[in-house]
């Protein structure tokens, strides 16, 4: 019991450490590392820039574990990913220098589908431009002499306006807004093409 016990304290070490991993890099432009990561105790991104005399600037809590988080550099800023067993989203974030702040330039998920891939496929948005675009499947039991057939949709392209998004706004919230808006550009893609499909188009 006692082997177990300690086993336990030290996953539980690791993990807590792995969440608490920073991110140094040069994020501000001015020459000097700053530093990025993800407070395990309050689930907040932490994120102390050096043009703002490192200043703790901090994310909204999250209810996403933070044991699934993960802070990545990027060109020109850094990414905050969570990746679950069959789903996963990230979040790119960039200092806007004439603001001096901390923005979300952009989101990306990604879904495996149920045990068919039904659903399955990717997706991203850049809030700098709008522009999104989706590449999904879906599973039509009627397919391939009926034995059923996992089905490419067009790819969706269209426009996803929004506010600017500051990290201090940042919350779960923001990504569940642009996964629900990407699920119902899915379900819509997908009543299409069973329609074209239904009428005898390829």
């Known amino acids: ?17 792995f969440s608490q991993q920073k991110l140094v890099k040069h994020i501000d432009f001015d020459g000097i590392k700053d530093t990025v990561y993800v407070d395990v105790k309050t689930s907040k991104i932490v994120c102390r820039l050096s043009t703002l005399k490192f200043k703790k600037i901090t994310s909204k809590g999250s209810e996403t574990s933070t044991e699934n988080s993960i802070i990545e550099p990027t060109k020109n800023g850094f990414e905050y990913r969570v990746d679950w067993i069959r789903a996963g989203y990230a979040n790119q974030f960039r200092y806007n220098k004439s603001l001096k702040r901390v923005q979300l330039i952009g989101m990306s998920r990604y879904a495996l589908g149920n045990a068919a891939n039904d659903g399955s496929g990717e997706s991203s948005v850049n809030l700098l431009t709008g522009d999104y675009i989706g590449e999904w499947n879906y599973f039509d039991p009627l397919a391939n002499k009926k034995r059923g057939a996992l089905i490419k949709l ?45 009428n005898g188009k390829s």
């Open 1 to 17: 019991m006692k082997k177990y016990l300690i086993i336990f304290a030290i996953l539980v070490s690791y993990n807590s450490a």
């Open 154 to 198: 067009p790819a969706i392209k269209t426009k996803m306006s929004d506010n600017k998004i500051f990290l201090e706004d940042f919350s779960d919230a923001i990504y569940y807004s642009y996964a629900d808006k990407c699920s119902e550009l899915f379900g819509f893609a997908r009543a299409k093409r069973k329609k074209f499909r239904n």
